[in-house]
């Protein structure tokens, strides 16, 4: 006990002053605030500028397939889900058993599904062409290929 130094009962402890000095501390978190709105204050300007010179409308995303998007602050919530799922799968089964076109100009039709499984029935799959090009290995053959004179292989 005697090489342990006690405090007395009127003392009371302090924080270490030489190592962390709270002027530095509040130094740096004000540059950092500085900082933080300085470049906040650039990319705003930047924002602005940009909105104000844009020459042309911003592309439409290839993505969005032309929808109409209600307003903003109008939530997108179905009113009747399940009258919205009938009125899709008719639209559906319309599209499955009906003729119609698809592209006038180039003649390409659609035709019911139950027609299109009876041609197929008919006419059987498409087979490819069972020729062999010139050249090519048939299925099972060993290809031979004789090393020219002379050919050094390289390391």
């Given at each position: 006990?005697?090489?342990?130094?006690?405090?007395?009962?009127?003392?009371?402890?302090?924080?270490?002053?030489?190592?962390?000095?709270?002027?530095?501390?509040?130094?740096?978190?004000?540059?950092?605030?500085?900082?933080?709105?300085?470049?906040?204050?650039?990319?705003?300007?930047?924002?602005?500028?940009?909105?104000?010179?844009?020459?042309?409308?911003?592309?439409?995303?290839a993505l969005s397939g032309g929808r109409v998007l209600?307003?903003?602050?109008?939530?997108?919530?179905?009113?009747?889900?399940?009258?919205?799922?009938?009125?899709?799968?008719?639209?559906?089964?319309?599209?499955?058993?009906?003729?119609?076109?698809?592209?006038?100009?180039?003649?390409?039709?659609?035709?019911?599904?139950?027609?299109?499984?009876?041609?197929?029935?008919?006419?059987?799959?498409?087979?490819?062409?069972?020729?062999?090009?010139?050249?090519?290995?048939?299925?099972?053959?060993?290809?031979?290929?004789?090393?020219?004179?002379?050919y050094m292989p390289q390391n």
């Amino acid at each position: 006990m005697d090489e342990h130094q006690t405090h007395s009962d009127n003392s009371t402890p302090r924080h270490e002053t030489r190592e962390a000095v709270p002027r530095y501390i509040l130094y740096f978190a004000a540059g950092v605030a500085v900082a933080v709105s300085i470049a906040f204050l650039v990319s705003w300007g930047v924002l602005v500028y940009f909105r104000t010179h844009q020459k042309y409308p911003a592309p439409e995303s290839a993505l969005s397939g032309g929808r109409v998007l209600p307003p903003p602050g109008v939530p997108q919530l179905q009113t009747h889900p399940a009258a919205d799922l009938q009125n899709y799968l008719k639209q559906e089964r319309e599209i499955l058993n009906t003729y119609g076109w698809v592209d006038r100009k180039n003649g390409i039709v659609r035709i019911p599904i139950q027609r299109a499984m009876d041609i197929l029935l008919q006419q059987g799959l498409p087979v490819r062409n069972s020729k062999t090009p010139k050249g090519a290995v048939q299925p099972g053959e060993v290809q031979q290929y004789t090393v020219p004179q002379g050919y050094m292989p390289q390391n």
